[in-house]
């Protein structure tokens, strides 16, 4: 039980982690005017 909750803890952890980076990155685009590599990064990202 003990390293289920572990596991899960880093999956939520990790995920938040991916989540606010992508979210950060996306804002210092939208400031600079980065339209082409943001359609970049979802194709690489729904192609994983």
Same mark, same amino acid.
């Given at each position: @039980?003990?390293? /289920? &909750?572990? #596991? !899960?803890?880093?999956? +939520?952890?990790? #995920?938040?982690? /991916?989540l !606010?980076?992508? &979210? /950060? %990155?996306?804002? +210092? %685009?939208? *400031?600079?005017?980065?339209?082409s590599?943001?359609? *970049?990064?979802?194709?690489? @990202? *729904?192609? %994983?």
């Amino acid at each position: @039980m003990i390293l /289920i &909750g572990l #596991f !899960s803890l880093i999956l +939520v952890g990790g #995920f938040t982690i /991916i989540l !606010s980076l992508i &979210g /950060i %990155r996306q804002q +210092v %685009r939208l *400031t600079n005017g980065y339209d082409s590599e943001l359609e *970049t990064d979802l194709c690489a @990202m *729904t192609e %994983r």
